[in-house]
Nanobody, 123 residues
Framework: QVQLQESGPGLVKPSGTLSLTCTVSGGSITADHYYWSWIRQPPGKDLEWMGAIAYSGSIYYNPRLKSRTSIARDTSKNQFTLQLNSVAPEDTAVYYC???????????????RGRGTQVTVSS
């Protein structure tokens, strides 16, 4: 069974860059038809889909966050990454990496998800 694990700093300063890594085990990130996503949930708010990288390497972004977001992968390590630039306190959230069986920008379609990592933006 596939497992996903987020890692990265829990505290980022305003205007800085948030960088997270998702390590996948139990399945390859290049396996056909799977989409690997970053999803976040700010305190008291709904889940928000941030973007995804497909098994093929194609990348998709939430238009609202696109100008600040970069998703990439390292197939040799079976990892994919998130960078969010110019962060502000509103970017404070629990960040999840997740997998879906097909492309989707709806968090509910991602049936495998990591446990999440808290990231706080504060000076």
């Amino acid at each position: 069974q596939v497992q996903l694990q987020e890692s990265g700093p829990g505290l980022v300063k305003p205007s800085g860059t948030l960088s997270l890594t998702c390590t996948v085990s139990g399945g390859s990130i290049t396996a056909d038809h799977y989409y690997w996503s970053w999803i976040r949930q700010p305190p008291g708010k709904d889940l928000e889909w941030m973007g995804a990288i497909a098994y093929s390497g194609s990348i998709y972004y939430n238009p609202r966050l696109k100008s600040r977001t970069s998703i990439a992968r390292d197939t040799s390590k079976n990892q994919f990454t998130l960078q969010l630039n110019s962060v502000a306190p509103e970017d404070t959230a629990v960040y999840y990496c997740a997998r879906a069986d097909e492309y989707s920008d709806s968090p509910s379609d991602y049936n495998y998800r990591g446990r999440g990592t808290q990231v706080t933006v504060s000076s």
